[in-house]
């Protein structure tokens, strides 16, 4: 067994997990369409039919999954029998749920987890608790789940009984605000083009005199297996998840880490990613060394002024830490709360994920993964 520790239920014959069901009524179309789905491990579906799937549902990201699925959700020689789950009608995937299995640690307690991600059904298929089934059918292959989401997705994993809190911040800097997808169009991209001006105009004069910078390739990360810190709920940086999360990621040479040296000794550095593309996103995955005010501020100046220098459109940064939060909105002011679920099979394993903080950061998810760039 694999140092994820990951646990699963063993799959049918035919791959299969039990069809969708629903308690709500639906009308006889819905009840047509519902009755000829059935749930079963991407792993066990046409590699064609989830190519159309994700060009439907994720077109900027289509061809990426068509390539690299099987890495992203961590589907190996170590984890054969392990795999996201896909609705099938007929001939055509409908519905999906992407899997990541990781391990959760508190001190020396470990237990296996699951993330989900990518959740979408087709737009025809919507309203008839596919999305429900998913996430059900899912909840038994691993002791713990877990899940960022958008408010219809936390809605639907409410209602299977997770418990969903917002402690996680997302931090931002629009830089170039009018590169993003949203506000690449008429006015919106007027006001967003002003907006950016005037941010980068601000910037520059904050930043006149920042501290030396390095920036060198992540080859080495093992600095940033993260030393478990206390009792926080934390996922357990091994080799293992390190090496499949950074050196095997089909875009590893966007990965570097940014250090920042104090005069006397220690400083701070960040593990940080440049997603390439129309807008250009550096994404700080994970911190490590000294993160006070202190330390902590004068590198994000620096983190900064690299970034207007090499022309980022934006600055992500993504953390649970109170703290740490409170001072990077200094250098990084647009704050989104993030909305988390959790869920745990058994009371014991509901007690290991409710005893004490949380300590998420960009890297402990699929933050960045969601995002490609031009390769």
């Not at 219809?152 to 418990?163: E, F, I, N, V």
């Not at 590169?179 to 904050?206: C, D, E, N």
């Not at 930043?207 to 934390?234: I, K, N």
């Not at 909105?329 to 647009?334: A, D, E, T, V």
């Amino acid at each position: 067994m694999s140092d994820t520790g990951t646990t699963f239920v063993p799959p049918e014959s035919d791959g299969s997990v039990p069809s969708v069901s629903s308690t709500t009524p639906a009308s006889p179309l819905r009840q047509e369409q519902r009755s000829g789905i059935a749930i079963r491990r991407a792993t066990r579906v046409p590699a064609e039919w989830l190519e159309r799937f994700y060009e439907r549902m994720f077109p900027a990201r289509a061809a990426f999954l068509a390539r690299h699925w099987r890495w992203l959700y961590r589907i190996d020689k170590e984890r054969p029998d392990w795999s996201s789950l896909v609705a099938v009608n007929r001939h055509e995937v409908v519905g999906h749920l992407g899997l990541i299995p990781v391990t959760l640690c508190r001190r020396s307690e470990e237990y296996p987890a699951v993330w989900f991600v990518d959740l979408a059904v087709l737009p025809e298929y919507q309203g008839i608790d596919i999305g429900t089934g998913l996430a059900r059918a899912a909840m038994p292959l691993c002791q713990v789940q877990l899940g960022f989401g958008n408010p219809r997705s936390m809605s639907l994993l409410a209602g299977c009984g997770w418990t969903v809190t917002s402690d996680t911040a997302a931090l931002r800097l629009f830089l170039r605000p009018e590169s993003h997808p949203s506000w690449r169009s008429g006015r919106r991209k007027t006001l967003a083009s002003a907006v950016g001006s005037m941010t980068r105009i601000v910037s520059r004069a904050r930043t006149l005199s920042p501290r030396e910078l390095a920036v060198f390739p992540a080859v080495h990360v093992g600095d940033f297996r993260r030393r478990r810190l206390g009792g926080a709920l934390q996922v357990d940086r091994s080799r293992d998840f390190l090496r499949w999360r950074i050196d095997e990621h089909p875009a590893s040479s966007e990965y570097v880490v940014l250090e920042q040296r104090n005069r006397g000794s220690g400083g701070c550095r960040a593990l940080a990613r440049v997603v390439e593309g129309s807008c250009r996103r550096l994404h700080l995955l994970s911190l490590e060394g000294q993160v006070g005010w202190e330390s902590l501020s004068p590198f994000l100046a620096s983190v900064v002024r690299w970034a207007l220098d090499g022309d980022i459109h934006q600055i992500l940064f993504i953390t649970s830490d109170i703290d740490v939060a409170r001072m990077a909105r200094w250098w990084l002011p647009s704050v989104k709360r993030l909305s988390f679920a959790s869920h745990a099979n058994d009371a014991r394993s509901q007690a290991f994920l409710d005893r004490g903080d949380q300590l998420w950061e960009c890297l402990d998810s699929d933050f960045d993964l969601m995002y490609v760039g031009q390769h």
